[in-house]
């Protein structure tokens, strides 16, 4: 039975191991408890990896600056995380299994636990001594065990973290054998200065399978339309299919957004412009939206030939470029406006992908964030569980845009390795007002007005979402145009 001072211990490692959801932390804090109960020579703490080996990265209470791996089954970690049960050694130096492990000269004995989940082995504790009468035994494993089983709640959240960081470490190493595999086979030739040095992260199911369906797409020459609110990362996908689709010529960026009619004529259709830039690789024109009615017509007349005149020479060159549109609001809301040629956007709309808003796909804030805080830097810092739930309460209306900024900026101006919550920017946070309701009183109206407040209520409920509104109102769109018309609201539109 334990002490009611070392009840109170134990519970405080729990707090503290629940507030820094890292490994190195995590191991460190538990290692040096048990050599404080312990005093042996040297407590061990394993990482189980998730292909079978382990890898040591704490010591007594202290984090390794470098990783010690144990290959699958080595030394008595490896033994233990197989076998899922504990494992002891009174004498080392003649034991086989013991052989391949990691100890000083002087060790005569050792204890291995596996630390333990739902079955799975997250790691192990390693006990060392030096004392040649020292024999580990059953009683030692329960003394060890009773730490553990006090420790469920962290050890249950290391688990979840591990396995997390596990799956994208192990994405994004599929994803770099799969560029290096392209790189290898052809030389992509890279326009205007730009680089894609950009990572897509995430683990969502909604991210993970927009990343897929980019990925089978990219060999396809068809036009690709991406949609998305701003900052979810549209012109790094669509740099990625570009590297994804092994094209020869370049990949080059029109925005449009900065250009008027008569400088995307130029930026577009001259004779050293982007079209004959991108000839042989891919066009991404930014913010597609953006452009006028004309200048979507010469990129029509560009999809459907395969050519174009150029505006300063009048010389017809032949296209093979392979075009990739985003847009941060609906194309199809554009067209009916009457903003958007229909044609383009059906030309356009034969692969098209709804890149999800950082707020659609929330678990993925918490990998981002670290990538983003520590991409590129020597020495890295940590989130601390109160700074996660911090990131994962905002709404993120840059999205991943926004958070890579904060991410930098929280890393420039925090001392100390652990970021804690109150080292983020206060974040402006979403109102809800919630409305009396008011005792519904009888008004005489006609079914005309009736029907017009029916409508008008849906449009402001949807935003002014002209196509969701007719769908949720059980009618066409041209029949809501109508009827929006007949009120007085919209001018008629043309047939």
């Not at 040591?56 to 699958?72: F, M, P, Q, T």
């Not at 017809?316 to 956007?345: C, D, H, P, W, Y």
Request: aromatic share 6%; hydrophobic share 40%; with cysteine.
């Amino acid at each position: 039975m334990k002490t009611a001072a070392q009840q109170n211990e134990l519970a405080t490692l729990s707090t503290v191991l629940l507030s820094n959801l890292d490994e190195v932390i995590f191991f460190s804090k538990l290692t040096g408890y048990i050599q404080d109960m312990l005093q042996e020579h040297k407590v061990l703490g394993f990482e189980a990896l998730s292909d079978g080996s382990t890898r040591l990265i704490a010591e007594n209470g202290k984090g390794l600056s470098k990783d010690k791996v144990l290959d699958k089954g080595q030394g008595l970690s490896g033994y233990v995380a197989r076998m899922k049960r504990a494992y002891y050694s009174n004498s080392v130096k003649r034991d086989p299994l013991a052989s391949t492990g990691i100890r000083d000269e002087v060790v005569e004995a050792e204890l291995c636990l596996p630390i333990m989940v739902e079955g799975s082995v997250i790691g192990t504790i390693n006990v060392q001594s030096v004392k040649k009468d020292r024999n580990f035994s059953e009683s030692d494993i329960v003394v060890i065990n009773e730490v553990l089983a006090g420790l469920q709640s962290p050890i249950r959240n290391m688990h979840l973290f591990l396995m997390a960081k596990n799956l994208n470490r192990e994405l994004m190493g599929r994803i770099e054998a799969k560029e290096k595999e392209l790189s290898k086979r052809v030389e992509i030739q890279v326009i205007n200065r730009f680089e894609d040095n950009s990572q897509m992260i995430g683990l969502s199911k909604n991210f993970l399978e927009i990343v897929q369906t980019a990925k089978k797409i990219a060999s396809q020459d068809f036009p690709v339309l991406l949609e998305g609110s701003h900052g979810v990362g549209k012109k790094i996908l669509a740099k990625k299919i570009h590297g994804w689709s092994g094209k020869k010529g370049g990949c080059v960026i029109a925005s449009c957004s900065a250009l008027n009619e008569a400088q995307a004529d130029r930026e577009l259709f001259s004779s050293k412009g982007l079209m004959v830039q991108a000839n042989g690789g891919t066009l991404i024109i930014d913010d597609i939206g953006a452009t006028t009615l004309p200048i979507q017509m010469k990129i029509l007349r560009a999809l459907v030939s395969g050519e174009m005149i150029t505006v300063d020479t009048d010389e017809k060159i032949a296209l093979n470029v392979r075009i990739i549109a985003t847009s941060k609001i609906s194309i199809k809301e554009l067209v009916e406006a009457g903003s958007f040629k229909e044609e383009l956007f059906y030309r356009l709309n034969t692969l098209s992908l709804r890149i999800p808003s950082l707020r659609e796909r929330q678990e993925d804030i918490k990998v981002m964030a670290e990538f983003f805080l520590n991409q590129g830097k020597t020495e890295s810092k940590v989130l601390t569980s109160g700074a996660i739930e911090k990131l994962n309460s905002y709404f993120w209306p840059g999205n991943a845009h926004e958070l890579k900024n904060i991410m930098e900026r929280t890393y420039i101006l925090t001392d100390g390795q652990y970021i804690e919550a109150s080292h983020l920017p206060e974040f402006a946070q979403e109102v809800k007002v919630e409305k009396e309701e008011a005792p519904v009183k009888f008004n005489e109206s006609t079914l005309f007005d009736l029907e017009k407040k029916h409508i008008v209520d849906t449009l402001d409920h949807l935003n002014g979402n002209k196509t969701r509104a007719a769908k949720a109102l059980g009618i066409t769109v041209k029949t809501l145009y109508n009827k929006l018309h007949s009120y007085g609201m919209i001018e008629a539109r043309e047939q």
